[in-house]
Each structure stands twice: as C-alpha cells, then as structure tokens.
C-alpha cells in the first residue's frame, strides 16, 4: 500500500507541476503583451535618460523586416529561439529603405539596390560556365504622419523604377563531336524593365526611443516588361560533318496591375537616428 501511495504522490506533484509551468507561460506572455500595450498607449515622450521617443527634424531612419525579431522573442520562453537576420523590409525586393525627416509629421522614403554580379564555375573535365547580372531600382515618395503619442499613423504615396539583365556563357574544353549532343554555348536573358506608382498607410508603435514597429500596407499600379533575349546552341550537322551554332531568339513578356504590393501586410522595425 506504501507504494502505491508514493506513486499516486509523486503522479499528482506531476501533474502540479505542469499545471504550474504552463500558468507560468501564459502569465509571462499576458505580461508581455499587457507591456506592449503599455508602451504603445503611453503619454511619456521621453525615457528615463530624457531621450526622445519619437523621430524629429533631421532625423534618418532605416527600416528591416520585423518578422525575425519578434518569432526570436515569441520562440524565447519555449528555448526555441535561433539568432534573428536582418531581413528586408516586406515588399522591396532586396532593396535597402529608409527616410529622412524634414520635420516630426513629415518625411521623405527611398529605396535602392544596386547589384551587379558574376559567377565563374569550372567543373573536372574543365568546361567553364560563367554567369552575369544585373539588377538596379530605386524608389522615393513623401510620408506625412498623425498623432502625438508613441502611437502614430502614417500614409503617403511613393514611385519606384527598376532594371535588370542577366547572361551565361558555356566554355567547353573539348570540341563538339558527332557523339554529343547539342549544347547550349551562350544565352542572353531579354532586359527587364519595371515601372510602379502607389500609395501607402499604416501603423508604427514606438517601444523604445526613437525605436518602433511598424504595420504598412500599400497598394498601387505597376507595370513590368522583359525583352526578348538570344540563346545559342551548338550542334553536330552530319551533312558537313562540322559543329554548328544556331542563334534563337527567345520570347518576351510583359504584365500590368493594379493590387496591393505587400498580400497580407508588412511587419517592419524601424530604428531612427
């Protein structure tokens, strides 16, 4: 009898103790989120070190997308918790965004990226491939802001233009034979060219000085188009017993909208300096 009562115990501390441990979480997140809503919603515009919390005139900002951070947070209290990146922001493709601002409610936004690239690879028998790209946009609008607490709107509109190319050249250390098969020598991806105008509102939260996450959506017309391009193949002509290159070219494409550039919304931090 001594036994089983030890067991029946030693089950119900147990089951106690599960009990505490999940009352414990869902205090901590209701904490948590009881904090957010604190910091959003409070009157106080400076820290303890007099700092202010919201952005003035002459101020930069460079926004990052906010998703990493806060799944680090949230993974935080089960030990689940990876490193978080430094991701773009939603809806920019790669491209590096930030504001300038001429006053406290009002501030121009711009977006760059300027990638130029090449890759070289050489496989065992010494045939080389060599890969070539290039991809440019630039973006600016004007963002005029509401409200006078840590909780404020914003909306605007902004423009964007991009560009784009890319090549690939096959180098091959043996000549062609009446045994290979056709091969692809060179090809030349048609210029892509981008052109988009919209207009943007939303939400930023500033939880510490000069220091917020941001909820935007946008919406807008754009309009992309990509060039025809040329593919070269290299092939075995068994009437002349010779290799012979063949230049085709490809097809080309275009597209028009009018639709919201971010489904389901942008999730951005934003630090101001």
């Known amino acids: 009898m001594s036994i089983c009562f030890n067991v029946n115990i030693s089950t119900l501390y147990l089951v106690q103790l599960k009990i505490y ?21 409070s009157q106080d515009l400076t820290s303890k070190k007099g700092e202010s919390m919201l952005p003035e005139a002459g101020d930069y ?21 990876t490193s978080p990146t430094a991701d773009f922001m939603t809806g920019y493709d790669a491209s590096i965004t930030g504001k300038y601002f001429t006053d406290a409610q009002n501030a121009y936004r711009g977006s760059v990226r300027i990638g130029l690239g090449s890759n070289t690879d050489t ?16 973006g600016a609008g004007m963002e005029k802001r509401r409200g006078t607490t840590r909780v404020q709107g914003f909306y605007g509109a902004q423009a964007g233009i991009s560009l784009g190319g890319s090549s690939m050249t096959n180098d091959y250390d043996a000549a062609l034979t009446a045994a290979d098969a056709p091969r692809i020598t ?10 988009g105008v ?19 959506y946008g919406w807008g017309l754009g309009f992309n188009s990509t060039g025809a391009g040329e593919s070269t193949v290299e092939a075995w002509d068994a009437a002349t017993s010779a290799a012979v290159s063949t230049t085709t070219e490809t097809g080309s494409s275009s597209s028009f909208g009018i639709d919201t550039n971010n489904g389901g919304g942008a999730l951005n931090l934003i630090f101001h300096f």
């Open 21 to 41: 441990l999940i009352m414990k979480k869902q205090c901590l997140l209701l904490i948590c989120a009881i904090s957010f809503a604190f910091l959003g919603n």
């Open 61 to 81: 900002a460079l926004g990052f997308d906010a998703a990493p951070f806060l799944n680090y947070v949230g993974n935080f209290l089960n030990s689940g918790a």
């Open 123 to 138: 496989d065992a028998a010494g045939n080389e491939m060599k890969q070539t790209y290039n991809a440019v946009s630039i």
């Open 186 to 195: 060179e090809a030349n991806g048609g210029s892509s060219f981008g052109i």
């Open 198 to 216: 919209g207009a943007f509102a939303g939400v930023e939260i500033f939880i510490f000085p000069k220091t917020s996450i941001g909820f935007e």
